[in-house]
């Protein structure tokens, strides 16, 4: 077995109204005065006024920035980091989803490091690892990015049209289930495809290992049987529950491992069509199972037992792969996932331009399989095609 790392940063306190542990954490950090990220989705949920309740219940000062962009794009960030350090803020409160939390972690990065963030974006080799000047804590609202476990902080290059990453973490998680329960229906879908997608890339990986296997695995297992359960029900607190542990493990196992083609694949359809990550990560996902069953059926094999699929032993890996990737579908449908074809976009952009990027994107050197673009073209080939 070859010599691997893990560790559990930042701690997490988990369960329904860890909302309300908040203000103790804050004071534990020695903060006094707080910046809360979140976007207009979390403000109309009425999520922000629960955080803001906290805070003035506990007599903390507090500034508020509520209109967090998707995919944050550096020139935001530079603008509210600017800010935060001119209010002199001493902690960063991220709400949200991975765009929020992704703000919060810049916005802390900021405080340390010379403006603009895009100086520290690696368009050619791996991302740089910087430290936060404040505390950062993150609150998700979704089940799907991890990123409140994981050192990923995605950045939005205007400039150069692409989503770069720079590795940093939070300070701490809180994970409520009962804020994910203000979720729509395709926000619960993608961002659980999302989660789905992490861990399936986190057990094929190159980098992948042991400790994150187990984790990966398990929340699969949670999300095959209690995505569906929350897409219909959203009020349902056990689904809910069981769907932000899975989220969260699934962002443990893949911030050791880190994901390959299928995320690369998925930018280079929002690199065109900017559609949702989750929903990307969807559509790509059977068919990089099929392509790396080729390589890593044993692997392949784990993701189909824990969706419920019958493998025999005696299964080729090509039959495992196809296996693998038809219950990843069916997934989907269970929870209302349109076709590339339904959303009316290009094929021939889809796959020709979507190729070249993904077969020249860092990502592909953690895939098992060799990426060019014939590679990359047969998994955005069928996503467009296979999936209807």
């Given at each position: 077995m070859k010599i691997f790392e893990y560790a559990q940063n930042p701690p997490v306190i988990f369960g329904a109204g860890a909302i309300g542990k908040l203000s103790e954490e804050i004071k534990k950090f020695d903060c006094k005065k707080i910046l809360c990220v979140f976007d207009d989705g979390v403000k109309k949920a009425g999520i922000g006024r629960q955080v803001e309740k906290v805070l003035n219940d506990a007599d903390i000062e507090y500034l508020v920035f509520d209109n967090v962009m998707a995919d944050p794009p550096d020139t935001m960030l530079d603008e509210m980091g600017q800010a935060a350090r001119d209010a002199e803020i001493d902690c960063v409160v991220g709400i949200g989803g991975g765009s929020s939390m992704d703000t919060a972690k810049a916005i802390s990065i900021l405080q340390k490091h010379d403006l603009p963030?895009?100086?520290?974006?690696?368009?050619?080799?791996?991302?740089?690892?910087?430290?936060?000047?404040?505390?950062?804590?993150?609150?998700?609202?979704?089940?799907?990015?991890?990123?409140?476990?994981t050192r990923m902080c995605i950045v939005s290059n205007v400039e150069a049209n692409a989503k770069l990453p720079i590795f940093t973490s939070g300070s701490l998680a809180i994970v409520d289930p009962e804020l994910s329960k203000s979720a729509?229906?395709?926000?619960?879908?993608?961002?659980?495809?999302?989660?789905?997608?992490?861990?399936?890339?986190?057990?094929?990986?190159?980098?992948?290992?042991?400790?994150?296997?187990v984790l990966a695995v398990e929340a699969i297992k949670r999300i095959a049987k209690y995505l569906p359960v929350?897409?219909?029900d959203g009020n349902n607190i056990?689904?809910?529950?069981?769907?932000?542990?899975?989220?969260?493990?699934?962002?443990?196992?893949?911030?050791?491992?880190?994901?390959?083609?299928?995320h690369a694949s998925a930018d280079s359809i929002a690199a065109s069509y900017h559609t949702p990550h989750g929903l990307n990560c969807a559509w790509v996902t059977p068919a990089v199972l099929q392509l790396v069953a080729t390589k890593v059926p044993e692997k392949v094999k784990l993701i189909g037992v824990a969706l419920?699929?019958?493998?025999?032993?005696?299964?080729?890996?090509?039959?495992?792969?196809?296996?693998?990737?038809?219950?990843?579908?069916?997934l989907m449908k269970k929870v209302g996932?349109?076709?590339?074809?339904?959303?009316?976009?290009?094929?021939?952009?889809?796959?020709?331009?979507?190729?070249?990027?993904?077969?020249n994107h860092p990502l592909r050197f953690n895939c098992p399989v060799e990426i060019d673009e014939a590679a990359a073209s047969f998994i955005l080939s069928s996503a467009y095609d296979d999936y209807k």
């Open positions: 963030i895009r100086q520290y974006l690696n368009l050619d080799g791996p991302p740089l690892t910087l430290d936060g000047g404040v505390p950062v804590i993150l609150i998700p609202t979704s089940s799907g990015t991890g990123s409140e476990v729509p229906a395709g926000v619960t879908a993608n961002t659980g495809l999302d989660a789905f997608a992490h861990a399936a890339e986190a057990i094929t990986a190159n980098n992948g290992n042991p400790y994150s296997e929350a897409f219909v056990e689904a809910r529950t069981e769907m932000s542990l899975a989220a969260n493990w699934a962002g443990i196992a893949f911030s050791l491992t880190d994901v390959h083609i299928g419920g699929v019958d493998i025999a032993e005696e299964d080729s890996p090509e039959e495992i792969g196809k296996k693998t990737a038809d219950a990843c579908r069916l996932v349109k076709s590339l074809e339904e959303y009316e976009f290009d094929r021939n952009v889809i796959i020709t331009k979507g190729a070249l990027y993904a077969a």
